[in-house]
């Protein structure tokens, strides 16, 4: 499950935020490549890396919409914090599991889903709404 950074379809038009979302779409590839390893330490530091990285991503992205008074800040921010509580509920799921393959699997169509629907619909309209 390889997912492809498009910029046909992904670009928001903000190159800082295109940038992101590129790691973002790495971090992914990462957990997807090793999703079939027995070693528990590796899929558990990716994990982190992404959870820390989105959070980051998330603050840096609300800051940008903050400044430029974007008028759907509120409802964008529910949706990160949205995002944030179900990597959370994936982290807790992942500890208490011994077959971590299903919640890789799961978790990487998550994801894969979720960035997919969030770029090409919310961080697209906030795009065109600070070019405008």
Do not use: C
């Not at 800082?16 to 790691?23: F, N, P, S």
């Not at 330490?41 to 991503?57: A, G, M, P, Q």
């Amino acid at each position: 499950m390889h997912f492809d950074w498009d910029p046909d379809t992904f670009a928001t038009g903000i190159t800082a935020m295109d940038d992101e979302h590129k790691v973002l779409v790495g971090l992914i590839n990462a957990l997807a490549k090793n999703r079939g390893t027995e070693n528990r330490d590796l899929l558990e530091s990716i994990l982190k890396t992404l959870e820390t990285y989105v959070k980051n991503h998330f603050v840096h992205e609300e800051r940008i919409m903050r400044r430029m008074n974007y008028d759907k800040f509120q409802a964008h921010v529910a949706q990160h914090q949205s995002f944030i509580r179900m990597l959370k509920q994936i982290e807790s799921e992942f500890q208490k599991q011994t077959n971590t393959k299903a919640v890789i699997e799961t978790t990487l169509s998550f994801l894969k889903e979720w960035l997919s629907q969030h770029i090409m619909v919310q961080d697209k309209a906030y795009g065109r709404f600070l070019v405008e």
